[in-house]
């Protein structure tokens, strides 16, 4: 059959079914990847909104720790004597530990310190001749004091005139 051979309604159902074919390989070609993409590009988008999601609990859970954890240092703080000096009280816990004779406590520049630093005062303190286990048992029990005294600065060497070791250390609190 030669297309001059069809009338003008043949023509145009050739035209029409022409268009239908081509229309049905579009949708059957784009249709189902444009759905496809939408699909993996969606599914994309959950996941990382849900690793975002697990973000923000881990960094909530985070911070709520450290509110809980600035809570007990606010009621540890509160429940210090409101006299609390550092050097009388690192004065006492060194003779209880009974390192009186060999302790050096304070010097000029723990005055400084204290002028500088009026709200984290410090105390330097210098031990001679002493063991290993007699500087854990002094800052074991200046922890266990519950008083909020840290230790800043610790230099640790054999000692030079005698046995043991001389440590200096520098301690340091909060003041309200």
């Given at each position: ?9 043949e023509?145009?159902?050739v ?9 049905a390989l579009f949708?059957?070609v ?7 993409k939408?699909y993996?590009d ?5 996941t ?12 909530k ?18 429940a210090?004597?409101p ?7 690192v ?9 009186r004779?060999r ?16 709200k984290h005062p410090m ?17 074991y ?19 030079v005139?005698?046995q ?8 340091v609190?909060v003041?309200?």
């Open positions: 059959m030669a297309t001059n051979d069809l009338d003008t309604r023509k145009g159902m035209i029409f079914a022409t268009l239908f074919l081509l229309l949708m059957a784009y249709v189902p990847t444009s759905w496809g939408r993996q969606a599914k994309k988008e959950v990382q909104q849900t690793e975002a999601l697990q973000l923000a609990r881990l960094v859970l985070e911070e709520e720790q450290r509110v809980e954890s600035q809570q007990q240092l606010l009621e540890q703080l509160n210090r004597s006299s609390f000096d550092l050097f009388p009280f004065s006492t816990v060194v003779e209880e530990v009974g390192l004779n302790a050096k406590l304070g010097n000029d520049q723990s005055a400084r310190n204290r002028q500088q630093w009026p105390v330097e303190l210098e031990l001679t001749g002493v063991s290993l286990k007699e500087v854990v048992d002094l800052l029990k200046i922890r266990e004091s519950k008083n909020l005294v840290s230790v800043y600065k610790m230099e640790m060497e054999p000692a005139r005698s043991g070791l001389r440590c200096e250390i520098t301690l609190s003041k309200v």
